[in-house]
Structure formats: structure tokens, C-alpha cells
């Protein structure tokens, strides 16, 4: 298998630190009454976030999800205005209107995490669309779910994607779980990827707990599709060790699947892979505080940024 | 000024937007060689190709969320969307996306799209080709609505829809479509967020919008004539923003308000008229306001069933006289 040299993948274990971190942050800032609403955790599932956004350009074009946390931090959004947005501070990138599932960051190339299931599907087709048309040689990629695979938008985009040669790559994290459907309820064809041959697209399957595996699984995709072969479905078989939301006691599942997945955790894999290869622990360990810091840090921003107010509900309706 | 049919307008308005800004787009069904179910996109195909104008499966809410994505990054997409009552296929992408999205992501993007769709009754189109939908598009806080009642009013809504920075749904009509009206030819358009005073009169005002307008200005032509009373004709044209300055101007000259609409009569926009008139003209009200508009049923195909279910120009008399005689 291919492999990345130990300081990016050093770099992406930070990031995949920085991640968890930033989320189980959030549980407590919930406890302590300073979040409103949920949040939507990918605890488990970072190494699709960073092994896909870095195998893209800063300039292709993202699109998320409802569990948007790991791609916004992946692609490097600052975690004091992304926190800042969860807590409703105009130091958020959307000024507390959009909160989790509704953030964007334009100058980053983010064109938003989506909170309707398979919304933001054919956003980022058009995203492509536009991309080809002005020929930018610029690429879109979307993250969905399992659960927006069974979407029309997935089904209706694929196809017009392909008959359009949209340079778009569609990345599917199937973590198994709909909520609290199994795939094995949900989809038909069991996994998602063998649905690209239904719309003439190449369909991929990678191991997402796994970040050098997504990376380059990931990077592969992104130079055919920004050759202009046509879109490409990537499916990256994850798992999601929260529950789907703030509340859920997981009553869907096994106490014994969760223990037996949390043993392929990503972040783990990494951390013994760089000490497997030779980097010393105290630097593992230093990049995994540094993310923390990094955390810890970008929460004292964030409490510390005035709250909107009216001005900020009232105002923007029309451009 | 030459006279031409609403379809054509419609038409113009497009091959110049077109030739004009290379950001304009056209997506929907079959508007390339066939050129659109009413003939909105006659002749674009040959004249810009496949680059400018994408044809597209029957995907109505991919479709229009590809337009909503494409708008992101600075196109300007011209959504059509065959028949109004496939707006219902689109909604999510219009309400949850389209809409939304400027205000959402903080004033970060804009989304400069047009969705243009066919309303109406057209005799025989039966329950699934014939609804006015207006009622479902004026509740989604931003989405600009404007709805043209005349060929002239096609072209110059259309072109400004397509100018603006916000998501607008331009409502046509089927019955319109082909009727001739003047249209001043050049580079020209018309505001929206515009009412216009179609007719000017002192004893009752009627305010309509779409495929009512003219019907409404036949009945006040009727009233003149027949018995000496001047009805006001106020055509509402936009109907999210409402221009609520020209109909209240109106109402409180008249002191008497019929409000007509080809929609459902519950929760739609004559309800939305007579609600605001109510509230902020009630001191000028010399008699209760009264709506026309189809009945709470769904259009039916038979012809004599669709006229007992549609508004007709009757019931907008018999409306006007209970009013006047309050």
C-alpha cells in the first residue's frame, strides 16, 4: 500500500485529534447550558473528513452534512468561529444563523454543511456545474450518509452528473447507521457504491477508519474527476462510535459491535501506525496536545465574543 | 410598439438576458430543440448550445438544487419548471435551499436564480396540470415572487428577476401565454416589488394579479360602461414583497376592496391582502373587503367541472356588486 511520510501523517493525526477534540468539547459546553439545540458528532469517522479534504486543492469546492465538524476543521476553518457559531457569537462564520448544520465559509471554498438529508447533493453538482463551465479546473466533493444514499437528490444527481460529466466526486461516509437504521434495513443493494454502475460512474470502496487508505483511495478519484472523466462515487465504510445526535442511547446496537469497532478506531490506527514507523512517542503525544490546546484555546475565544442580536435575526433576508 | 404573444416575451427575455451576461443560464425539460412545453425556449438551443442551456431528465428538485449550486459560485441559473404544480417536486430545494441560504450562511453567498413556471387552468389540464401555487411560494421568507399579467410585464419582470442577486419565481401563466400585448422593444425592464395601477377609478378597488388581471379589468370596463361606476384595477404583480404603498393608496381613495386571484381561496394570497388591508386601512373601509378565487377543491379535467371549480368573471361581478351595495 502506498504511504504517506511520517510528518503528514503526523499532520493528519493532529487534525483528526482537533476534530475529536472540538467535539467532545461540545458535550460539555452542553452540560454546562452554553449550547442550544443538538450537534450532530462524527466521533469515529474523522479519517474520511481529513483524508479526503487533503487529498483535494484548498480550491475544490466542499459541501457537507448535518455532521459537518470534521470536514469544516479538516479543510482548516478556524475552531474558535466554529464554535463561535454553534454558541450563537458573531465571531461564528455565519453569525449565529446557521449554527452546525448550517455553516459555510466561502473564502475557504466551503460551500456549507446541509441539514436536510441529501440536500446539499445537488448543490454540489451545481457547484461542479459552474466549475466546468467557467473552466476553473476547480472540482466539487460532497459528504453524505448512508442515509442520503436513499435520497432522490442522490439518485437524480448521480445521473445528471454523468450524463453531464460534472467534474464531481460523491463521497459517501456509510458509518452503517441511518440514525438508527442499519443499512441492512435501508439499502437494497446492501453497500452504496455498486449504485454508480446504475448511472455509469465508477464506484469505489474504501477503508474509511483508515487515513492514509482514504487519502489515497481519495486522491485517485479527484484526478480522474478533475480530468474531466465524469463524476465518481466514493464509498468510505466507517463508523460512528456516538450516537447519532447529543441524545441516543443507542438501543439499535450492540455494547459489543461498539467495542470491537472502537478497537479499528482511526485515530489509534494512526498513532500506533507513526510509532510502528519509527516516530517517537513524545512527538505523537505532543501533536495530540497541540490539538487540545488548540481546543481549549478556541473555546476562551469563543465565550469571550459578544452573543447577536436582533440586528443579526432581522437582518440579510435579501442580498 | 409591436404587439406580440406573452409566450414570445417570455422568450426575449431570455435570448437577450442570454446574449447579455455570460453567466446566464437556462436548466429544465426539454427546452432545447423542443423548446420548452409552451415554447419559452424557442430557438435558444440553436442559437447558444448545449453550454448555456442544460436539458435536463425529470428531476425537478436535483435540478433546482443544481441551479441553487451553480448560483453559489456566480452563475445565473434559469430554472423552468414545466408545469407550476412540479413546484411541489422542487419545494425543498426552493424553501430549504434557495431561499435560505443567503441569510443562513451569514450574508456569505448569494443565490442569483429565477425559477419560472407555468400556473394556471387551461381547460381540460385536470388536477395535476392546472394549480396556481401561489400560496405555497408567499409563506418561504426569501424568495422574491412576481407573477406577470401581461406580454409586456413578461419581459421586463423576467429580465429584472434574472439582474437580481435573489432567488425570484417568476409565476406565468397558461392561459396568457398565447394573448398579444405591447411590448416596448430594447434594453428595457420593470421593477419588482412594483404594484401598478392598471385602471383608475373611485368607487371600488379590485386588486388582482396573473391571469385575473384581465379578466378584472374587462369586468371594471363592464361597470363603466353599464352603469357609470369606475373600478380601480390594482395588479398586485409582485407578490412576495406585496407593494402594500400602491394597494393601500388604493383602498383608502376607494374606500371598497375586492381582492381576485385564480388560486385556492384559503391561506393564500388574496387572504394575505385582505389581512394587511384590515389591519392598516380600516379607518378607509366603507364596507367588508370580499376575495374571489377558485374554490377549495382540487381542478378537475372535465371542462364543465374545471369552470365550476375556477373563478369566473361572474363571480368577480357578484363580488364588486355586494361590495358596492354594503
Redesign the interface.
Known amino acids: 500500500m502506498n504511504q504517506l511520510d511520517n510528518t503528514t501523517l503526523l499532520g493528519m493525526l493532529q487534525r483528526m485529534v482537533l476534530i475529536r477534540a472540538f467535539e467532545e468539547n461540545l458535550m460539555g459546553l452542553f452540560d454546562k447550558g452554553l449550547l442550544g439545540g443538538t450537534s450532530h458528532y462524527c466521533i469515529g469517522q474523522e479519517a474520511t473528513a481529513v483524508g479526503v479534504i487533503d487529498a483535494a486543492s484548498p480550491k475544490d469546492?466542499l459541501?457537507s452534512n448535518h455532521r459537518g465538524h470534521g470536514h469544516l476543521l479538516a479543510r482548516g476553518l478556524d475552531p474558535a468561529r466554529v464554535l463561535g457559531e454553534l454558541m450563537g457569537r458573531l465571531n461564528?462564520?455565519?453569525?449565529g444563523?446557521?449554527g452546525s448544520q448550517?455553516?459555510?465559509?466561502?473564502d475557504l471554498h466551503f460551500?456549507?454543511t446541509?441539514?436536510?438529508t441529501g440536500?446539499g447533493?445537488?448543490?454540489?453538482?451545481?457547484?461542479?456545474?459552474?466549475?466546468k463551465?467557467?473552466k476553473t479546473g476547480e472540482i466539487?466533493i460532497v459528504f453524505f450518509g448512508d442515509g442520503a444514499s436513499n435520497q432522490?437528490?442522490f439518485h437524480?444527481?448521480l445521473?445528471?452528473a454523468s450524463?453531464?460529466k460534472l467534474p464531481v466526486l460523491f463521497v459517501c461516509e456509510n458509518n452503517l447507521y441511518a440514525m438508527s437504521t442499519p443499512t441492512s434495513h435501508a439499502v437494497a443493494s446492501g453497500t452504496i457504491a455498486p449504485r454508480a454502475a446504475a448511472y455509469n460512474m465508477r464506484g469505489t470502496v474504501a477503508d474509511g477508519l483508515d487515513v492514509e487508505a482514504v487519502y489515497f483511495t481519495a486522491k485517485e478519484c479527484i484526478d480522474r474527476v478533475r480530468a474531466g472523466n465524469g463524476p465518481e462515487l466514493l464509498e468510505l465504510m466507517t463508523y460512528r462510535q456516538c450516537g447519532h445526535s447529543k441524545h441516543d442511547a443507542r438501543v439499535y446496537r450492540t455494547r459489543e459491535e461498539e467495542a470491537d469497532m472502537a478497537k479499528r478506531d482511526p485515530i489509534l490506527t494512526a498513532a500506533t501506525r507513526l510509532a510502528e514507523r519509527g516516530v517517537p512517542q513524545t512527538d505523537i503525544d505532543a501533536a495530540q496536545q497541540a490539538a487540545h490546546d488548540e481546543i481549549a484555546h478556541a473555546t476562551e475565544v469563543a465565550l469571550a465574543a459578544p452573543k447577536g442580536g436582533e440586528t443579526e435575526a432581522l437582518s440579510?433576508?435579501?442580498? | 410598439m409591436p404587439e406580440i404573444y406573452y409566450s414570445k416575451a417570455v422568450n426575449e427575455a431570455l435570448d437577450e438576458e442570454l446574449a447579455r451576461d455570460p453567466n446566464v443560464?437556462l436548466i429544465g425539460e426539454d427546452i432545447g430543440l423542443y423548446g420548452g412545453a409552451f415554447g419559452a425556449t424557442k430557438g435558444l438551443f440553436e442559437k447558444y448550445g448545449a453550454?448555456r442551456l442544460?436539458e435536463?431528465?425529470i428531476?425537478e428538485?436535483?435540478?433546482?438544487?443544481?441551479?441553487?449550486?451553480?448560483?453559489?459560485?456566480?452563475?445565473r441559473?434559469v430554472v423552468e419548471i414545466m408545469f407550476m404544480d412540479f413546484v411541489a417536486l422542487a419545494l425543498?430545494?426552493i424553501m430549504?435551499?434557495a431561499g435560505?441560504?443567503?441569510?443562513?450562511?451569514?450574508?456569505?453567498?448569494?443565490?442569483?436564480m429565477v425559477i419560472r413556471t407555468p400556473g394556471g387552468a387551461k381547460g381540460g389540464y385536470g388536477p395535476s396540470h392546472s394549480q396556481t401555487l401561489t400560496n405555497l411560494l408567499v409563506g418561504v421568507?426569501?424568495i422574491?415572487v412576481v407573477a406577470p399579467s401581461s406580454p409586456a410585464q413578461a419581459k421586463g419582470l423576467l429580465k429584472s428577476a434574472i439582474r437580481d442577486?435573489?432567488p425570484v419565481v417568476v409565476v406565468e401563466n397558461k392561459r396568457l401565454y398565447p394573448k398579444k400585448g405591447e411590448v416596448p422593444s430594447g434594453d428595457w425592464t420593470l421593477p419588482l416589488g412594483k404594484a401598478v395601477v392598471a385602471r383608475e377609478g373611485d368607487s371600488l378597488t379590485i386588486a388582482a394579479y396573473s391571469s385575473m388581471t384581465p379578466v378584472c379589468l374587462a369586468v371594471a370596463e363592464a361597470f363603466a360602461k353599464n352603469a357609470g361606476i369606475e373600478i380601480e384595477v390594482v395588479d398586485l404583480v409582485s407578490l412576495q414583497p406585496l407593494d402594500t404603498e400602491t394597494l393601500f393608496a388604493s383602498v383608502r381613495k376607494t374606500g371598497r376592496l375586492v381582492v381576485a386571484e385564480e388560486a385556492c381561496l384559503t391561506g393564500g394570497v388574496a387572504a394575505e391582502v385582505a389581512a394587511l388591508v384590515a389591519e392598516h386601512c380600516m379607518d378607509s373601509l366603507e364596507a367588508p373587503i370580499a376575495r374571489v378565487g377558485a374554490k377549495d377543491m382540487p381542478i378537475p379535467s372535465a371542462l364543465q367541472l374545471e369552470q365550476a371549480v375556477l373563478v369566473q368573471p361572474q363571480d368577480v361581478v357578484a363580488a364588486v356588486k355586494r361590495v358596492l351595495e354594503y
Not at chain 1, 447533493?121 to 466549475?131: W, Y
Not at chain 2, 435560505?100 to 442569483?112: D, E, F
Request: charged content about 10%.
Open positions: 469546492w459541501v461564528g462564520y455565519c453569525l444563523r446557521g448550517h455553516l459555510c465559509a466561502m460551500l456549507g446541509n441539514g436536510v440536500g447533493i445537488p448543490i454540489a453538482a451545481g457547484a461542479a456545474l459552474a466549475c463551465y467557467k466539487s432522490g437528490t437524480e444527481t445521473n445528471m450524463n453531464w440579510d433576508l435579501f442580498a | 443560464i453550454e442544460w435536463t431528465p428531476s428538485n436535483s435540478f433546482t438544487g443544481i441551479g441553487v449550486g451553480a448560483a453559489m459560485l456566480g452563475l441559473p425543498d430545494q430549504n435551499s435560505k441560504l443567503h441569510y443562513m450562511y451569514g450574508g456569505q453567498v448569494n443565490v442569483p421568507p426569501g422574491k442577486e435573489n
